[in-house]
Structure formats: C-alpha cells, structure tokens
C-alpha cells in the first residue's frame, strides 16, 4: 500500500485538460514542498515533469503543472497528445524518507 | 550528458544476493545523491533508499532494514546496491536514480536491471 493516494486511471481526450491527484498527510505532502511528478512509458525509466511542487525542468513541455492545497498535489496537462499517454507517479519527501504514489494510468481517448 | 548506467539482468535463486551497479558520467559524482528504487511487474515505484557519495551516509526504507546495503566507489563514480535473502517478490526492475537534495526526487535515472529471483 502506497503512503500516497493517486486515481488509478484517468482519461481524457485529444487537445483537452486532465488533472492527477495526489493525496498525502500533514507529514509529507502537506508540510513541505518537495513533491515531484513522474512520466513513465512502458518499458521505460520514469522521466522527471514536476519538482518542488511546480518546477518544470529544462525540456518538459509548459503543458505540464504542479500546484498543491493542503495534503494533496495536482499534476495537471493541457493540451492532451497521443504521447502523453503513459503512468504517472508522485513522489514526496516524508521527513526521513521518500515515497511514492501508486501512479495513474493516463488514457488519451 | 549525465548518465547513469547500470549493469545487466540478473537471475537469483531465493534465499541468495544480488548486486547491481550504477555508473554516472557527465556531472561531479560526489555532488548528487543516488536513489535506488524498485518497480515489481505491473505495479508502482516503489522506493528503497538513497546513499550520499560524499562520505557514503545511508539510508533505507524500513521495509529493506537489514537486508539492504548501498555502497559506492568514488574512483569509478559508481553505486552498488546489494538486497540479501532474496524471495520471489523481490523480481522487479530496480532503478538508480540522482538528485541534488537528498530531501528531493531524482532527476535522472538509470535504465533499469532486471533481478528475476525464481527456483
């Protein structure tokens, strides 16, 4: 059971928007900053979108945004392509460790 | 280019060890932390622990305590992981990560190593 709570699944279509949460407690996501958010295709190692709750590292596509109230994250896409279509992943920094949510499975329609 | 590179599939039986490496290049080895993280067929990241290769100060997720042991090589600039006691829901891809904070997700990633522990 992972410490973070995501949707398994959403969907979306074509040019649209989705938003993924990512619910935590008062010990991780809701007290620091320090969440991140993850692309993964299948086959392939995860791909950093989101740090610090709304960084976007060099390269990753302005489509892509964090933002976060209270215990829970959002990692939003606008936008939807076809190649966005892949699992995502939260990760949070808990005090002494690091953890990860059970991820989403992004379908575009 | 930073890269992390890590060494090949492995098959184990249970009950054995296994050890996988991680080589970077392309940034100061000893700046970055190095997370390692696992991924079991069909299911979520799941994360292990991190090293810090200035000085090799670790630490492990609960769940590994005891059976886990990151070590590293500052003239290689390379990370080994080291999980004992193998059981058959240890078959997963285990991943090396980097991040500049050891309070922060990895930025980079390795491409992953296969471990298949089956009798």
């Known amino acids: 059971q992972s410490a973070l709570t995501q949707p398994a699944s959403v969907s979306g279509s074509p040019g649209l928007s989705i938003t993924i949460s990512c619910t935590g407690t008062?010990?991780?996501?809701?007290?620091?900053?320090?969440v991140s958010w993850y692309q993964q295709h299948p086959g392939k190692a995860p791909k950093l979108m989101i740090y610090d709750v709304t960084k976007r590292p060099s390269g990753v596509s302005n489509r892509f945004s964090g933002s976060k109230s209270g215990n829970t994250a959002s990692l939003r896409i606008s936008g939807l392509q076809a190649d966005d279509e892949a699992d995502y992943y939260c990760c949070s920094y808990t005090g002494s460790s690091t953890s990860f949510g059970g991820g989403t499975k992004l379908t575009v329609l | 280019q930073v890269q992390l590179v890590q060494s090949g599939a492995e098959v184990k039986k249970p009950g054995a060890s296994v050890k996988v490496s991680c080589k970077s290049s392309g940034y100061t080895f000893t700046s970055y932390y190095i997370h390692w993280v696992r991924q079991a067929p069909g299911q979520g990241l799941e994360w292990m622990g991190i090293i810090n290769p200035s000085g090799g100060s670790t630490s492990y997720a609960q769940k590994f305590q005891g059976r886990l042991t990151m070590t590293m090589d500052t003239s290689t600039s390379t990370v080994y992981m080291e999980l004992g006691s193998l059981r058959s829901d240890d078959t997963a891809v285990y991943y090396c990560?980097?991040?500049?904070?050891?309070?922060?997700?990895?930025?980079?990633w390795g491409q992953g190593t296969l471990v298949t522990v089956s009798s």
């Open positions: 990560g980097r991040s500049y904070y050891d309070s922060s997700g990895p930025d980079n």
């Open positions: 008062s010990s991780d996501v809701g007290n620091y900053d320090l």
